[in-house]
């Protein structure tokens, strides 16, 4: 069984930064891919960007070019550097790890962007 906790979540100004972390523990055997996702308020969740075993990445368009996603493989940790936040980035963040074909869910953090 693997586990996933989130932290680094918390306020932010717009314009402001934050970084999130999602710490994995316990075993992984067939480790493919982690991911970051999002939820606001009355609305689905949505991809926000995800990294592969081989290192490469994707985001939204709507994250492009202003969050940038990483992974320690050594500390099982990945991050979302969040820089140009925007009061719409506003939502809970959770985490995604697949090992196929098995996969998991962090139980989220939240992110608040608000002058």
């Known amino acids: 069984q693997v586990q996933l906790v989130e932290s680094g979540g918390g306020l932010a100004q717009p314009g402001g930064s934050l970084r999130l972390s999602c710490a994995a523990s316990?075993?992984?055997?067939?480790?493919?891919?982690m991911g970051w996702y999002r939820q606001a308020p009355g609305k689905q969740r949505e991809w926000v960007a995800t990294i592969t075993s081989g290192g490469s990445t994707n985001y939204a368009d709507s994250v492009k070019g202003r969050f940038i996603i990483s992974r320690d493989s050594a500390k099982n940790t990945m991050y979302l550097q969040m820089n140009s936040l925007k009061p719409e980035d506003t939502a809970v963040y959770s985490c995604k790890l697949l090992d196929p074909p098995r996969l998991y869910w962090g139980q989220g953090t939240q992110v608040t962007v608000d002058s």
């Open positions: 316990g075993s992984i055997f067939n480790f493919a891919a």
